[in-house]
């Protein structure tokens, strides 16, 4: 399975900006669809996460209140919405796919997860 992430960009503090992944196969409904970024220096860290089955969400504090995660089932695509950006959020966005749904402890975790895409660069101004 190849995911095609999209959406990044350069913006300013504050505005919002909206990323989308798309996965070369159907999402199949054990599966788990997260978001990861990696900041430049730092280690990359779990910002959202979405059942498929059921479409339950998991957010990191850092991004809750602010991000969406939200899946389209006809689509087969996920979406993660990022109003009221900080500097802080510049990193490159990463979609991945985990392709079973127990543990809900590990949904936070990069290495549960199997299938990762090239990643969107997301820069935010101050």
């Known amino acids: 399975v190849q995911l095609q992430a999209s959406g990044g960009g350069l913006v300013q503090a504050g505005d919002s900006l909206s990323l989308s992944c798309a996965p070369s196969?159907?999402?199949?409904?054990?599966?788990?669809m997260g978001w990861f970024r990696r900041a430049a220096g730092k280690e990359r860290e779990f910002v959202a996460a979405?059942?498929?089955?059921?479409?339950?969400?998991y957010y990191s504090d850092s991004v809750k209140g602010r991000f969406a995660i939200s899946r389209d089932v006809a689509k087969n695509t996920v979406a993660l919405q990022m109003n009221t950006l900080k500097p802080e959020d510049t990193a490159v966005y990463y979609c991945?796919?985990?392709?079973?749904?127990?543990?809900?402890?590990?949904?936070?975790?990069?290495?549960?997860?199997?299938?990762w895409g090239q990643g969107t660069q997301v820069t935010v101004s101050s």
């Open positions: 196969g159907d999402i199949l409904s054990n599966w788990v």
């Open positions: 991945a796919a985990r392709p079973n749904d127990y543990a809900v402890v590990v949904y936070t975790k990069a290495e549960s997860y199997e299938y």
């Open positions: 979405t059942r498929w089955r059921d479409g339950a969400t």
